[in-house]
């Protein structure tokens, strides 16, 4: 059973800071990887999609990498601004299923 | 292009009340989900359907029931609502190119 972990809950950075935030899953065997920024009290932003054959992507100020082997993704925020504040998701699509699998999020404040 | 729409966007429904809430979607996916958010837990999976005519379980499904009767459209019922389904509700799509894109939520309350 796929499961995905976000670390850490919560993150509080100065704005101008460069971060990383962490997606983990436990079954390697992924069809994609997809990123999401949800704002309070709205609905889910897709951001960047990565596939199972690819290693990374970009949009912007954002970079999303994948490391099946291991089971890791990251997403890069350069140049952190008061507007990226949001709870960041990742889900996971395993192999041979239609399901996305959600971590927690991380929920993101970038500070003035 | 709306995207995927959902309907209502609150409501507030008294134990064992029914209600349907409606998610349509017109970007001709075949895969459309009803997920689940609830305060510490994440999404989770209630339903979901792969096409018009075809439903499946999700984490979730106890006390709810979905219908697929037109490939645009996917409904999701509660019987008799329960405090416990007091959540926000997500319905999603995508289709074989594998974005998933999602509506802006219904926020259920069931007093």
């Known amino acids: 059973k796929q499961e995905v972990t976000q670390i850490p809950a919560a993150l509080s950075v100065p704005e101008g800071e460069n971060l990383v935030l962490n997606c983990s899953f436990t079954?390697?065997?992924?069809?994609?990887l997809q990123w999401f920024r949800q704002d309070p009290g709205k609905g889910l932003t897709s951001l960047l999609l990565?596939?199972?054959?690819?290693r990374e992507q970009t949009s912007g100020r954002l970079n999303a990498s994948l490391d099946k082997s291991s089971g890791r993704s990251t997403l890069y925020i350069a140049a952190s601004q008061p507007g990226d504040s949001a709870t960041y998701l990742c889900?996971?699509?395993?192999?041979?299923?239609?399901?996305?699998?959600f971590g927690t999020g991380t929920r993101l404040k970038v500070l003035a | 292009n709306a995207g995927v729409t959902q309907t209502p966007k609150f409501r507030v429904l008294k134990t064992g009340q029914s209600m349907t809430l409606l998610c349509a979607q017109d970007?001709?996916?075949?895969?459309m989900y009803w997920y689940r958010q609830d305060p510490g837990m994440g999404l989770r999976l209630i339903h979901y359907?792969?096409?018009?005519?075809?439903?499946a379980k999700g984490e979730v499904p106890d006390g709810y029931n979905v219908s697929r009767l037109k490939k645009q459209n996917f409904l999701l019922g509660l019987e008799s609502a329960a405090p416990s389904q007091t959540s926000v509700y997500f319905c999603?799509?995508?289709?074989?190119?594998?974005?998933?894109?999602f509506g802006q939520g219904t926020r259920l309350t069931v007093v």
């Open positions: 999603a799509s995508s289709n074989r190119v594998p974005e998933a894109f």
């Open positions: 079954d390697s065997a992924i069809y994609n």
């Open positions: 990565i596939q199972s054959s690819q």
């Open positions: 889900a996971v699509r395993s192999s041979g299923t239609y399901k996305y699998i």
């Open positions: 970007m001709n996916h075949e895969y």
């Open positions: 359907s792969v096409g018009e005519g075809t439903t």
